[in-house]
């Protein structure tokens, strides 16, 4: 009788908190939301991306879109536009 309570308890046990159990379930299912938000985030990065190089095809560029990397990436400026510099620390 006893080692049966005692089997019993064994597997009770590790059907919780084994390897396998119920709590690396949870753990399982909550890296898993955590993740689908990683995705789905990334995935609006990459929309995004993939619109702005639809906008820059060779044969048609948007201007804006060359006029916004142009400044940014290569630091141009329009000749009507008034720049600030900053010396020393920001």
Same mark, same amino acid.
């Given at each position: 009788m006893l080692g049966c309570i005692l089997l019993t308890a064994y597997f009770a046990h590790h059907t919780f908190y084994g390897r396998y159990g119920l709590e690396a379930r949870n753990r399982l299912m909550e890296r898993s939301q955590l993740l689908d938000f990683e995705i789905k985030s990334l995935e609006a990065v990459?929309? /995004? *991306? %993939?619109?702005? $190089?639809?906008? *820059? #095809? =060779? %044969? /048609? =560029?948007? =201007?804006?879109? $060359?006029?916004? #990397?142009?400044?940014? *990436?290569?630091?141009?400026?329009r000749p009507e536009d008034r720049l600030i510099l900053r010396t020393g620390r920001p």
């Open positions: 990459r929309s /995004r *991306l %993939d619109r702005d $190089v639809a906008l *820059l #095809t =060779p %044969d /048609r =560029p948007d =201007p804006d879109i $060359v006029d916004e #990397t142009a400044r940014e *990436l290569l630091g141009y400026a």
